[in-house]
């Protein structure tokens, strides 16, 4: 553990021996935000690889839909290449490409915090601008939004319904040495009232996972979207909710760890409620596409004559270009538990790749 990694488990530490326990919600800010700003968490050398690290052809496919939905909604305006967290940049950068066979070259928005990632990224591309949030992000022309593993990082609030009612999770100090680990359990606070009706009578033991700060940047991006027309394309693992279940994760040297050790020196995720992101978008006006299955996804937009194309020009990437196909289509990879949404202005297209029944 680094000492700056230690420093944080002990300040956790501190604030509850101070002022009692911690929610979830709480520990999962501080310590994503420390774990970003500290390192590249990508690639063989880091904790994980995304969907753009695997293959130029993920990025490129999003750079088409994009395009495609720009052109045939009559190539409004002077649009915008938004994504929220942009990684190494790679998906960007083989998106932008892919554009400009359709003659668009929009100006390039990162939501970024890490210091570490914006070096990356602005090695690749040295003209991107800079937002900490959505709120400096410019308030004109339309948007191409791209959000991939974006929000399974945002933190989470977890309720657990226990003997006397559901109660929000929280965090007491662990044993051994102060801010090595953490304890999850039921605090005192009740939660009724952020328990649908529906889930009010589930088991004891239960969890119920939700996330205000997920809801609160899609709502942001979504009037953003009304206001100046686009499209955003949002790609996570997730499912429909609501629902029961602990998704709480920690990946660290590509392996999975507890989430509560380790604090600030793994990534931190959960999955994604890809019904409170379409509601967000539908309450604010916009058309709801989706979710539909990654693999899916990819696969009505071409990625398959795409890595034909691809080992024709280059016959030794054949075997590389197909085993990437299929890690990012396939359904025991990341096929299905990864998917694909879409909130887009009601004056814009419908994108490609969700056909019917995918």
Not at 302 to 322: F, H, K, M, V, Y
Request: proline share 7%.
């Amino acid at each position: 553990m680094s000492p700056d990694t230690l420093r944080l488990g002990q300040r956790l530490a501190r604030q509850i021996e101070a002022g009692g326990p911690i929610s979830v919600a709480h520990f999962m800010a501080e310590a994503n935000a420390h774990y970003y700003a500290s390192r590249d968490p990508l690639g063989v050398a880091g904790d994980f690889i995304t969907a753009p690290e695997i293959s130029q052809m993920f990025g490129e496919l999003i750079g088409l839909c994009l395009a495609d939905v720009w052109m045939r909604s009559g190539r409004k305006g002077a649009p915008l290449y938004l994504e929220l967290g942009p990684g190494r940049g790679t998906l960007a950068n083989d998106a932008l490409r892919a554009m400009e066979s359709a003659a668009l070259a929009p100006k390039v928005h990162f939501v970024e915090t890490s210091p570490t990632l914006r070096e990356r990224q602005i090695a690749l591309l040295p003209h991107v601008s800079f937002h900490d949030d959505l709120s400096t992000v410019p308030t004109t022309g339309p948007l191409l939004v791209v959000a991939n593993e974006f929000f399974d990082a945002l933190p989470i609030r977890q309720v657990e319904r226990t003997e006397v009612g559901w109660r929000e999770r929280v965090l007491i100090g662990g044993i051994g040495e102060p801010g090595d680990s953490f304890i999850p359990m039921p605090g005192y606070r009740p939660m009724e009232s952020a328990v649908p009706e529906a889930l009010k009578e589930a088991p004891v033991g239960s969890i119920l996972e939700t996330s205000p700060a997920s809801a609160t940047i899609a709502l942001e991006l979504a009037h953003r979207i009304a206001r100046q027309g686009g499209i955003a394309l949002i790609i996570d693992y997730g499912y429909e909710g609501p629902a029961i279940g602990d998704t709480l994760q920690a990946v660290r040297g590509h392996q999975m760890t507890d989430p509560f050790t380790h604090v600030g020196d793994s990534d931190l995720t959960a999955h994604v409620d890809f019904t409170m992101i379409g509601n967000v978008a539908l309450q604010a006006g916009l058309r709801v596409t989706g979710p539909v299955g990654q693999g899916a996804f990819l696969k009505a937009l071409g990625i398959d004559a795409r890595a034909a194309s691809l080992s024709r020009g280059s016959p030794e990437r054949a075997t590389d270009l197909q085993q990437a196909s299929e890690r990012l289509t396939a359904a025991d990879q990341m096929g299905d538990l990864f998917r694909v949404i879409a909130i887009a202005h009601p004056d814009w297209a419908t994108p490609e790749g969700f056909t019917p029944g995918a």
